[in-house]
């Protein structure tokens, strides 16, 4: 792929109805994590994990792309590769960038082919992000400390500047006890001090291995956020609320960020003091299915974060998604014909309240056939509080997952349920009054499966719809 058959490459793909429009992909084959979010000389630059050579995971790149608004994004070509013969001849995964007096810096892992050995490495960056020179002396740090010994579950390095010194986060797990956040210290970025464990986890509660670590202030607390490993498979994202003292991080609050196909976040600080996250959403279908689409991931709707009275943590989609709305469709509950929304479509945004005392449940449903043998539910308990999504689709099939994701959603005294639905091909994010994240993907079997429904109307007190267009028009 070269910039001049980008949007020949990304045209070949316009029949593709799972295809989001208003999200960023590359053109073709895999993405995952996000890297190296940064503002840099007022533009915002995402790397990425991509595999330039197909829709699968292998062959860990930087890819980049950079936007004036966040939502609108141009291709640039692979920022970073593998190097034979070197701790990262087996991939560049995931990391962080920083501003060193104007000097970008670049943190990664390095791994060897088998992913057996994983090492945090140093590239230094010119003005444009778009060259980088690796540091002679790779790897910054070698390997884990002596109570650490799993060489293949330490990355992701997050670095931060703190007072007169920089400091860096290590995801990694300690065998029989969990995932673990391993601390550092430099004064120079080269040479780096373990300090302690950050925060420990426990295997019941928060898995086997804590990956893509985020630490930063928010407000007068400390935030972490951790994407959790269980196995061999993708988990759980949780995040931590609370003081940060002597080097030691102390859980106040803490909770589930997302606990489905949101994973891998990154943040970043924009030069409007704004806390922005990003994030890998990844696919719900077989691998041959990925690698025969030619595309694999994407990355979510950027959101600000921030923290409420109850220093729960609150995530906004960026409001310069506001700017490419379409259409607007308000609807009441007298719009409806029975449960049916007069609005079609499978690249909307979605505001939607309800009132639960009004019934037992209450939700929405998306991407229904016109018969209702497919349909996604995203559903209201109100006993249990708990928010899910159940997707079902018209025809068996073993390469479309259809187990149900869900995330408990205590409602306040009084508290009415808002949902913000981000809905874009296959793509569908929901936010929860702004604290409860739950996001999916729905591969409808048809293109004309794209009817909206509600449930139980009598719940339902506004309802908003935006047409959202193609970012690539």
Not at 138 to 154: E, G, L, R
Not at 341 to 357: C, R
Not at 440 to 446: D, E, G, L, P, T
Request: aromatic share 10%; hydrophobic share 35%.
């Amino acid at each position: 792929m070269t910039l001049d058959n980008v949007q020949d490459i990304r045209r070949q793909f316009a029949a593709d109805y799972h295809r989001p429009q208003y999200h960023y992909l590359p053109p073709s084959n895999w993405m995952n994590d996000p890297n190296g979010v940064i503002q840099w000389n007022g533009r915002y630059h995402l790397f990425y994990q991509y595999n330039p050579y197909g829709a699968h995971h292998a062959n860990m790149h930087w890819g980049h792309a950079v936007s004036d608004n966040l939502i609108h994004w141009q291709d640039l070509p692979v920022a970073i590769a593998p190097t034979p013969n070197t701790v990262d001849e087996g991939g560049i995964f995931s990391g962080c960038i920083v501003n060193d007096n104007g000097v970008p810096k670049m943190f990664y892992t390095g791994v060897n082919p088998d992913y057996q050995v994983q090492t945090q490495c140093l590239a230094i960056g010119n003005d444009e992000l778009d060259e980088w020179q690796k540091h002679e002396g790779n790897p910054v740090i070698a390997k884990p400390p002596a109570s650490f010994v799993q060489f293949d579950a330490f990355r992701d390095p997050f670095v931060w500047r703190e007072d007169d010194a920089w400091y860096m986060g290590v995801g990694a797990r300690m065998d029989g006890v969990g995932g673990a956040v391993l601390l550092y210290k430099s004064d120079d970025l080269v040479n780096w001090e373990y300090l302690n464990p950050l925060l420990v986890g426990s295997l019941s509660t928060s898995g086997v291995m804590w990956e893509c670590p985020n630490f930063f202030p928010l407000g007068d607390k400390w935030v972490l956020i951790i994407s959790s490993h269980i196995g061999y498979a993708t988990g759980t994202v949780l995040y931590f609320v609370g003081s940060y003292e002597n080097y030691r991080f102390t859980p106040e609050v803490e909770g589930v960020l997302d606990p489905a196909y949101y994973y891998a976040p990154l943040t970043h600080e924009d030069n409007q003091g704004r806390r922005i996250m990003h994030s890998w959403i990844r696919e719900g279908r077989s691998v041959d299915t990925q690698v025969q689409a030619g595309w694999s991931g994407v990355q979510a709707i950027p959101r600000v974060l921030r923290l409420d009275s109850k220093n729960r943590l609150i995530m906004t989609p960026v409001e310069e998604l506001h700017a490419i709305r379409g259409t607007h469709h308000s609807i009441t509950q007298d719009d409806l014909d029975d449960t049916l929304v007069p609005v079609q479509g499978m690249h909307l945004e979605i505001h939607a309240s309800f009132d639960p005392s009004q019934a037992d449940n209450c939700g929405i449903t998306v991407a229904a056939s016109a018969d209702g043998r497919e349909q996604t539910r995203i559903l209201y308990d109100r006993d249990t509080q708990v928010l899910r999504v159940h997707r079902q689709y018209a025809t068996a099939t073993d390469d479309l997952e259809t187990n149900w994701q869900g995330t408990p959603h205590h409602l306040d005294a009084d508290e009415i349920l808002d949902l913000v639905i981000l809905l874009d091909g296959s793509v569908l994010e929901i936010i929860a009054n702004g604290r409860s994240s739950v996001t999916s993907r729905v591969y409808a079997q048809h293109q004309d499966n794209d009817h909206i429904h509600i449930i139980n109307p009598t719940t339902l007190q506004t309802l908003d719809i935006y047409d959202m267009p193609s970012i690539w028009s």
